[in-house]
């Protein structure tokens, strides 16, 4: 039955929707919270609620159609490729599933490889050392024939990573491209991405002047070996992981993706300087622009943050095609080739299990972002290696979200959100300044070897660290509802990385937190319990519950344990209570009310009992002469710098 479009104007019963009116709306919230003021105006509202990006640009909380964007974003599969690499997107045969392998054991990985092979993976990424390494440490390219034994390298994708270094690529590379040989394997099927990144590898290490120099010189030789005999086959990686691990925002990991990029394009063809930033050093290789271009692969990070990761997928596209576009570079030799792998900086070590739902969003995201290949890191990445069953839910995520979510059926999913595009635009437009700004240091190796990208990167990162810290930035199972008693799983210790002391720092979100988590296990491997933090509560149980339950969420969060004195508001009862848990500390808890009457004599009942710190749960408002002269010490409350907090009770608790 058809009906008639004169029936279906429900929208019009009822009075339009204007900007103004939800401005409007929002200011009486904003209001009746005290967020806002009553000189306040509605056209306030928006900023008051609005968070500032690492990058300099505001996230609103309302984005419509007057939202518009200078940025084009064009077609699926042409310039600028902001809608993807592809016309079909990942219709077709869908997104590269790209499974991770670091076990040092040749046995183990091979094992292991036929098994993501067999559950859903399409190609191997293999972390390995130099050939001469010790291989019970890290997996050695000399190994990669028993690796490999069963991987057909002409369907499966190879992918090496040995950290960036030059000289161990291309010996690794050496074993790859010649085990394809010997397996009659036709040098035109064969598919690799080889992993040399020399300046990621300075990233990682320090590394500088000629011996960067002499990296750049020999990857940009394998380059043009490999793209003489192999089309197939990648030599580099631009790797904006090591920008990201250390802190960086997004619109610095992509700045330094195009700079690096840009070095080597510069070095395949011969046009600029190498890798040691002096100029008129030519570089041997002289590939033209679109052979360079296609020995290119980049590396970035996706995050539980999905709009921000889809948006800097959507980003580096556009700034790349804007590059190669000055590069004389034309249709499908613009496309940037992407692989996102999930945070590491967002994995947390505690509460492991929670990181399942971080890198599900992350690979969500990089999904609808238009990744080419997406790596999902096993959950229990930061305790060790992984298990069959971390890296079969792994592989299951993508599954889900190919298969059963249909996300590969749906070109763009974010394109024409008002959000998206704006986001995406905002970001780009940063990163091309940052970009810029490395550019007009001399140049990626110049601006790492200057300690112009770690400043910048260490600015990003102590604001990030204060937003953790004061948890505007909450971690769920680490600063939110941590679980002190935990069993974590056990795991063999996984390789390090490369790693040097004039590199990049790596860091992870949860590193002050984990800090005071080992401290809280130190105590509890010394004495045979965890130091304590006793709730002091006051009143009835409806009372003091909500503080309570913020306090023992925050104390637990540093590992203390939290037992409470329960209903009740008789100071020397809490004070035995105190005495009886054999805590040094306490909190009191309680409600504005009641702590007009009681917060002053059951603090100095808690100190005459031994307590060397006291906080009140709250706000000091008014009461903070008279709080201190009975003894409290100081207060927890929303906003408050929790890492601090912690910090101190550990050291009053007596905890080395």
């Known amino acids: 039955m058809t009906v008639p479009s004169a029936d279906l104007e429900l929208a019009s019963l009822f009075p339009p929707a204007t900007r103004e009116a939800w401005q409007k709306l929002v200011l009486g919230v904003l209001r009746k919270s005290g967020t806002a003021g009553e000189q306040a105006l509605p056209a306030d509202a928006e900023a008051l609620i609005s968070t500032a990006s690492y990058d300099g640009f505001a996230i609103r909380p309302l984005y419509t159609a007057a939202d518009t964007t200078p940025v084009a974003a064009g077609l699926p599969g042409h310039a600028p490729f902001v809608r993807g690499r592809r016309a079909e997107g990942a219709n077709v045969d869908g997104w590269d599933v790209r499974a991770l392998h670091t076990h040092p054991d040749a046995k183990v990985t091979a094992e292991a490889i036929l098994d993501d092979l067999e559950g859903g993976a399409t190609s191997i990424w293999l972390r390995l050392a130099a050939p001469s390494a010790d291989s019970g440490e890290v997996l050695s390219a000399e190994a990669l024939p028993d690796v490999l034994r069963e991987v057909y390298l002409d369907l499966a994708p190879v992918v090496l990573d040995t950290g960036g270094d030059a000289v161990t690529t291309t010996a690794a590379a050496d074993v790859l491209l010649a085990l394809a040989g010997v397996r009659g394997v036709a ?125 800097k997928l959507r980003a580096a596209r556009l700034l790349w095609a804007r590059v190669t576009e000055v590069c004389g570079a034309t249709g499908a030799d613009q496309a940037q080739h992407q692989h996102a792998v999930t945070s590491s900086a967002m994995m947390t070590r505690r509460d492991p299990y929670v990181n399942l739902l971080r890198t599900t969003i992350a690979a969500f995201a990089a999904s609808v972002g238009g990744a080419d290949a997406v790596t999902v890191l096993p959950f229990d990445d930061r305790i060790g290696l992984p298990d069959g069953t971390s890296r079969r839910l792994a592989r299951n995520i993508q599954a889900l979200l190919h298969d059963e979510s249909s996300l590969a059926r749906v070109i763009d999913p974010a394109g024409g959100s008002w959000f998206v595009e704006s986001l995406t635009a905002e970001l780009a437009e940063a990163a091309w300044a940052f970009f810029t700004e490395i550019e007009r240091a001399g140049g990626m190796a110049a601006a790492l070897a200057s300690g112009l990208v770690a400043e910048r990167i260490d600015t990003t990162w102590a604001r990030r660290r204060e937003d953790l810290a004061l948890r505007r930035a909450p971690l769920t ?38 800090a005071l988590r080992a401290r809280s296990d130190a105590h509890l491997a010394a004495t045979g319990a965890r130091p304590v933090a006793f709730l002091a509560t006051i009143g009835p149980l409806a009372t003091f519950t909500p503080r309570a339950t913020f306090a023992a969420n925050l104390f637990q969060a540093g590992g203390l344990e939290t037992p409470a004195a329960g209903p009740g508001d008789d100071p020397a009862a809490i004070a035995a209570a105190f005495t009886a848990s054999g805590a040094k500390i306490a909190c009191l808890c309680s409600s504005d009310k009641i702590y007009a009457a009681s917060a002053a004599p059951v603090a100095a009942a808690l100190k005459a009992a031994g307590a060397t710190h006291v906080w009140l749960a709250g706000k000091p408002g008014d009461r903070a002469d008279s709080d201190a002269a009975a003894g409290v010490d100081g207060y927890v ?19 080395a």
């Open 187 to 311: 040098p035109s099927a064969v598919r690799a991405t080889l992993g040399a990144d020399p300046l990621g590898f300075a990233a990682r290490t320090g590394l500088g002047g000629d011996k960067l120099a002499a990296h750049l010189d020999e990857a940009s030789r394998l380059a043009e070996r490999v793209a003489a005999g192999y089309p197939g086959v990648r030599t580099f990686v631009v790797d904006a992981t090591p920008y990201h691990d250390a802190g960086g925002s997004d619109a610095q990991e992509l700045g330094a993706s195009l700079a690096t990029g840009v070095a080597y394009l510069r070095a395949l063809t011969g046009s600029g300087v190498t890798g040691s930033g002096a100029a008129g050093d030519a570089n041997t290789a002289a590939l033209d622009v679109a052979g360079a271009l296609a020995q290119l692969e980049f590396r970035y990070a996706a995050t539980a943050d999905q709009f921000a990761t889809i948006a």
């Open 477 to 514: 199972g680490i600063s939110e509802f941590p679980n002190v008693a935990e069993t974590l799983p056990e795991r063999s210790p996984a390789p390090a990385r490369a790693g040097g002391p004039g590199g990049l720092p790596v860091r992870h979100y949860d590193d002050d937190y984990e």
């Open 637 to 655: 409350a929303t906003g408050g710098d929790a890492v601090d907090v912690l910090r101190t009770a550990l050291t009053k608790a007596e905890v």
